[in-house]
């Protein structure tokens, strides 16, 4: 196996609708920061986007969106490898090679496979990607050797069926694949929802008020922010046990970089129509620069492309070497 000089970093992020707060604090601005200390490779996972009912335009379409998306929000071709998964046919090939040494049994557990399945209730309806998407995700991230995968809480568990799944090959074929590790971030990992704190923000939610995309409109983010719900007390501290206004002095922190007393004494004897109009400001202010340079990205197609094919070439020179150790390990080569 190749020797690198960093730890090698793998993570995905589905093109089912545009990049909102919730993506851009729990994962792509982490990715971001820690793009000088690891040595990184980072996808949008279109292969994933089908496992649920799907429209081929809106799916290129937002391919191409989550992609521009990615450099707006300060990924750097020359730091970090980007690319898109389905431009890297190895992805695919692997995933059916897992299949064969991975046991039903341990993906009729997830907790995720569960819960879309039980929304989706008609299971003539549910597909076979939809049970196996963890194999694939097992597939992408074993295939560039990564050492760690950032992820949140609620991924953690595909992360550990990944390790499962490689160290089951590993027994059966021999020494073939890296095992990764987890990479947790606890404190910002889960925005939650602007009018229901007790879920998650969310892109495949409906509800209009719920979720802030990082390409919403200036008025859109402040009327968003301004409907937000808080709770009946008058103090704006850093509580949990008050989700509404936590989840907001969250957001705060986060895009300002300020301390919780700092925020806290800054507020102290004011409402939360001051908090939440400057709030609001900062949000639109924060937002600013990404929604620059995601419209001159998707202005310019040309200059799209060229990044996703420099970047699935670099992703392939990678991947096609350990695919063709796995081949050799299972008797394919």
């Given at each position: 196996m190749a020797i690198a000089t960093k730890l090698r970093t793998f993570s995905g992020i589905q093109p089912s609708g545009a990049l909102h707060l919730g993506n851009y604090l729990g994962a792509v601005k982490r990715w971001v920061d820690m793009q000088d200390?690891?040595?990184?490779?980072?996808?949008?996972?279109?292969?994933?986007?089908?496992?649920?009912?799907?429209?081929?335009?809106?799916?290129?379409?937002r391919q191409r969106g989550m992609f521009a998306?990615?450099?707006?929000?300060?990924?750097?071709?020359?730091?970090?490898?980007?690319?898109?998964?389905?431009?890297?046919?190895?992805?695919?090939?692997?995933?059916?090679?897992?299949?064969?040494?991975?046991?039903?049994?341990?993906l009729e557990r997830m907790t995720q496979f569960k819960d879309k399945s039980q929304r989706q209730g008609d299971r003539e309806r549910i597909s076979a990607g939809l049970l196996d998407y963890p194999v694939l995700m097992?597939?992408?991230?074993?295939?560039?050797?990564?050492n760690v995968v950032p992820v949140g809480e609620d991924q953690k568990q595909h992360v550990e069926l990944c390790r499962d799944i490689a160290q089951r090959f590993n027994h059966l074929f021999g020494e073939t694949f890296v095992v990764p590790e987890p990479l947790i971030q606890a404190e910002g990992a889960r925005i939650m929802g602007l009018d229901d704190p007790t879920r998650k923000m969310s892109k495949s939610d409906d509800a209009p008020n719920r979720t802030l995309y990082l390409d919403d409109s200036p008025d859109v983010l402040r009327?968003?922010?301004?409907?937000?719900?808080?709770?009946?007390?008058?103090?704006?501290?850093?509580?949990?046990?008050?989700?509404?206004?936590?989840?907001?002095?969250?957001?705060?922190?986060?895009?300002?970089?300020?301390?919780?007393?700092?925020?806290?004494?800054r507020y102290e004897g004011k409402g939360y129509r001051d908090f939440k109009r400057d709030?609001?400001?900062?949000?639109?202010?924060?937002?600013a620069p990404f929604q620059r340079r995601y419209q001159e990205l998707l202005a310019e197609p040309e200059q799209?492309?060229?990044?996703?094919?420099?970047?699935?070439?670099?992703?392939?020179?990678?991947?096609?070497?350990?695919?063709?150790?796995?081949?050799?390990?299972v008797g394919l080569a």
């Open positions: 200390q690891f040595d990184n490779i980072y996808c949008v996972v279109d292969l994933h986007a089908m496992t649920l009912p799907f429209d081929a335009d809106a799916l290129r379409e998306a990615l450099f707006a929000a300060g990924l750097d071709a020359e730091r970090s490898i980007v690319f898109v998964q389905s431009h890297v046919p190895a992805h695919a090939e692997l995933a059916w090679i897992l299949n064969c040494v991975t046991p039903l049994g341990w097992a597939a992408d991230i074993l295939l560039y050797d990564a009327r968003k922010v301004g409907r937000a719900t808080t709770d009946s007390q008058r103090e704006i501290r850093f509580d949990p046990s008050r989700p509404g206004i936590f989840n907001l002095l969250t957001i705060y922190q986060l895009l300002s970089g300020e301390t919780p007393a700092a925020i806290e004494a709030l609001g400001e900062l949000v639109v202010e924060s937002f799209l492309d060229a990044l996703m094919a420099r970047g699935a070439e670099r992703a392939r020179a990678i991947a096609d070497p350990v695919l063709a150790r796995v081949k050799k390990a």
